[in-house]
């Protein structure tokens, strides 16, 4: 029983830090979804492809990065003018940052409740 609560108690603390560095991080690991694809015009009377376009989305709380074919990079804040397609993002990620601040919590809380029951059991 011990061992169990000490392993609830590893993962609850784990998952706190986790939570932690994905809101936190600006990097790789502030990722929270990615999205990628391609795009071709095909010309209609042939069925060959004209042109052809790779782009990615990689979304994070405050911004996101897209990148095109040639590999140009431009990184896009929610609150920006530049942002066009940004209806209410600042609220969602907002929300979405809330949330995962409450997740946070309930790990320590779990990570404490275990502690308490293993003390409880060194006591008996």
Request: hydrophobic share 35%; with cysteine.
């Amino acid at each position: 029983m011990k061992e169990q609560l000490q392993q609830i108690q590893a993962v609850a603390v784990v998952t706190f830090l986790c939570i932690l560095i994905s809101v936190n991080s600006t990097g790789d690991y502030g990722k929270w979804f990615v999205i990628n694809g391609a795009h071709e015009v095909v010309d209609p009377t042939t069925g060959n492809v004209t042109e052809y376009n790779t782009f990615q989305y990689s979304y994070h709380l405050d911004s996101y990065l897209t990148t095109d074919t040639t590999g140009n990079s431009e990184n896009v804040a929610y609150d920006s003018q530049d942002c066009t397609y940004c209806l209410n993002k600042v609220d969602s990620t907002s929300n979405a940052r809330m949330t995962a601040y409450g997740a946070a919590v309930l790990a320590l809380v779990v990570a404490y409740m275990a502690n308490t029951a293993i003390g409880s059991l060194h006591q008996n």
